[in-house]
């Protein structure tokens, strides 16, 4: 994994630096700072997380999902997906990332609907 797909998954996972240093890499804020820049070489444990947990957004994303299911709802808050999943963080970070994507293509199918509509109608 280079620097840049490491800083690529995080945002992709909705993961703040410091919050992928403490959940993933066990270490300062700064240390991940240093791999994304590519100063330092990633530990293997940390882009062997990294890997598996862009595998379960993937895998979440390539099944049917049942409306209403929090691993496919967006919560403005921790508190809010806590209450429903009892999961940790991480977990609601890739729900977060999941219901995004969702949403975007869902959206882009409408918009493209409207958009083809519209230049029938013309």
């Known amino acids: 994994m280079t620097n840049l797909e490491l800083k690529q998954i ?7 630096v410091n919050e992928a240093a403490e959940i993933v890499g066990k270490c300062e804020p700064r240390t991940w700072q240093r791999w994304e820049k590519g100063d330092r070489k990633i530990p293997l444990h940390v882009i062997e997380h990294m890997q598996q947990l862009a595998l379960i957004r993937q895998d979440l994303l390539e099944v049917e999902y049942e409306e209403g299911d929090p691993m496919y709802t967006y919560f403005e808050d921790f508190s809010e997906f806590r209450k429903k999943t009892k999961a940790g963080p991480l977990k609601w970070k890739i729900a977060q990332s999941v219901s995004a994507q969702i949403a975007a293509e869902d959206n882009a199918l409408r918009w493209k609907e409207t958009e083809i ?6």
């Open 10 to 16: 995080r945002k992709l996972l909705f993961l703040e």
């Open 117 to 122: 509509i519209e230049q029938d109608q013309t």
